[in-house]
Nanobody
């Protein structure tokens, strides 16, 4: 069965960096577009970034463009989100998503202190 397991969240000061990982299993990872979403307290879920398959092109929300980088290691079946220059408004639970079939991980909390 499809499983997505996020890790790498934590507490970081404003301006700091974190790298989130999403370990995928149960499907041919390299064949699927993958996305990162986040949900901040009291807000709607927001698409943060996407990496498309085939081709590897990427998409970023305007609020993170230039600060976050989505990538994948198909040999390790792992999706990444490198987050730099973090701001308090980046505080949220971050989720890994496979749009085909609408599969989600359990989420990982990112908290950015000012």
């Amino acid at each position: 069965q499809v499983q997505l397991v996020e890790s790498g969240g934590g507490l970081v000061q404003s301006g700091g960096s974190l790298r989130l990982s999403c370990a995928a299993s149960g499907f041919t990872f390299r064949s699927y577009t993958m996305k990162w979403y986040r949900r901040a307290p009291g807000k709607e879920r927001e698409l943060v970034a996407a990496i498309f398959s085939p081709g590897g092109s990427t998409f970023y929300a305007g609020s993170v463009k230039g600060r976050f980088t989505i990538s994948r290691d198909n040999a390790k079946n792992t999706l990444y989100l490198q987050m730099n220059s973090l701001k308090p408004e980046d505080t949220a639970v971050y989720y890994c998503n496979r749009p085909t079939g609408d599969y989600w991980g359990q989420g990982t909390q990112v908290t950015v202190s000012s």
